[in-house]
């Protein structure tokens, strides 16, 4: 149990690696399978896996009366996935929504992952980590880290497919997984997606200046 709560209408960054710091995305149809569920899993509403969550939505084409958007756990501000980990900033939206979200989003990955490489047991190091994005200063600072993290690290050239991150919807104005609002909000704060992408540049090379690249196989310092 978390020693304190995650509070709704805040902002926190999440993150989560493999167990042993194995990879968690073997070929690029498993980070379109994350991606997903990232999407699938982010209602309040039960499914129990992304096939029934389809055959709902093939239901609704049926019927048009039925589609209505699903009650979001959370808003997706911005999310990098990389071979072995990956990070998110989320907005709260309900009491317990990240709780929620995040569990049946490793869990639904796990059942698909475990299913496909026919193993067993854990993928992710423990539920997930998560810090509260308490002030301005840091709420610029790790958007930029989680943004384009991936160019924190040395990712090898037969890894690099592995990697999705929402930089390109941000740079592109297209969102697909990032909330529409929130993304919308960003943009206004910072100008426009060419300065969103300026500022995210500029946090990469100061952290990298800072500590150097390092390989996905080190611990990751978390910025403060």
Do not use: W
Not at 21 to 38: C, L, M, N, P, T
Not at 123 to 149: C, D, H, P, R, T
């Amino acid at each position: 149990m978390r020693k304190q709560p995650l509070l709704t209408d805040n902002y926190y960054h999440i993150y989560n690696r493999g167990v042993d710091k194995r990879d968690i995305f073997g070929d690029v149809s498993d980070i379109y399978r994350f991606a997903e569920s990232i999407k699938g899993f982010n209602r309040i509403d039960k499914i129990m896996s992304l096939s029934n969550l389809k055959k709902h939505q093939s239901f609704k084409q049926i019927a048009p009366e039925a589609l209505s958007e699903p009650e979001l756990l959370v808003e997706v501000v911005a999310y990098c996935l990389n071979p072995n980990h990956f990070h998110f900033i989320l907005k709260q939206s309900i009491d317990g929504g990240i709780a929620k979200f995040m569990q049946k989003l490793q869990a639904g990955y796990t059942s698909y992952f475990n299913i496909k490489n026919c193993r067993s047991g854990v993928l992710f190091q423990g539920a997930f980590k998560s810090q509260i994005i308490a002030n301005e200063n840091y709420f610029n600072k790790i958007i930029g880290y989680v943004n384009k993290n991936y160019l924190i690290h040395n990712i090898t050239d037969n890894k690099k497919n592995l990697i999705l991150s929402g930089d390109k919807e941000y740079e592109n104005n297209n969102f697909k997984i990032i909330s529409k609002i929130e993304s919308h909000r960003i943009l206004e704060v910072f100008g426009d997606s060419k300065k969103f992408k300026k500022h995210c540049d500029e946090i990469v090379e100061a952290i990298k200046e800072e500590r150097g690249e390092r390989s996905l196989l080190e611990d990751e310092e978390i910025p403060r």
